[in-house]
């Protein structure tokens, strides 16, 4: 079973920078598209960004000019820089992937942004 692993959240001050990581383990054999998603306490959850296998990427208006999705594919990680950090940001971010034709979810890492 492949699993996904996010790391690099935490607490930061509105205007600060946070990169989040998130690296595919297990027995795969294909990566198609990864991207990021975001849940704050009492919303829905919501897609941040996504890159597919050949580097296409699609950004949520709200996250444009400030955050950046990239990938590694030898390493099997995805990144997301996240810059000029807003108070809105801070949610619960979460790693997702298409692997091998099933979806594939990390466990999430907190990101709060004070203000």
């Known amino acids: 079973q492949a699993q996904l692993v996010e790391s690099g959240g935490g607490l930061v001050q509105a205007g600060g920078s946070l990169r989040l990581a998130c690296a595919a383990s297990?027995?795969?054999?294909?990566?198609?598209?990864m991207g990021w998603y975001r849940q704050a306490p009492g919303k829905q959850r919501e897609l941040v960004e996504v890159?597919?296998?050949?580097?296409?990427?699609n950004y949520a208006d709200s996250v444009t000019g400030r955050f950046t999705i990239s990938r590694d594919n030898a390493k099997r990680t995805v990144y997301l820089q996240m810059n000029t950090l807003k108070p809105e940001d801070t949610a619960v971010y979460y790693c997702?992937?298409?692997?091998?034709?099933?979806?594939?979810w990390g466990q999430g890492t907190q990101v709060t942004v004070s203000s």
């Open positions: 997702a992937a298409v692997v091998d034709g099933s979806g594939a």
């Open positions: 890159i597919s296998s050949g580097g296409s990427t």
């Open positions: 297990g027995t795969i054999i294909t990566i198609n598209a």
